[in-house]
């Protein structure tokens, strides 16, 4: 663990109200957050395609439930 986040460190703000925690910022120097590649449009780093695979993993429990409900 001391491996891996040897790196975390940096500030977070939060906003407390009531008994619940909002966190309001996030400051690292060691952020991976560059606003020069943050976008989805265009960019080298993320391909559209990606996504479609992303869709699939992500529903995947959703449809093993459906297969597994209607007996296949």
């Known amino acids: 663990m001391e491996k891996i986040t040897e790196t975390t460190t940096g500030s977070v703000t939060l906003k407390l109200y009531k008994g619940s925690v ?17 976008s989805f449009e265009n960019s080298l780093i993320y391909d559209q395609a990606d996504a479609a695979g992303f869709i699939r993993l992500y529903g995947l429990p959703m449809r093993v439930r459906s297969m597994l409900k209607q007996g296949i």
């Open 22 to 38: 909002t966190v309001t910022g996030r400051k690292s120097p060691h952020s991976l957050y560059r606003q020069d590649i943050s």
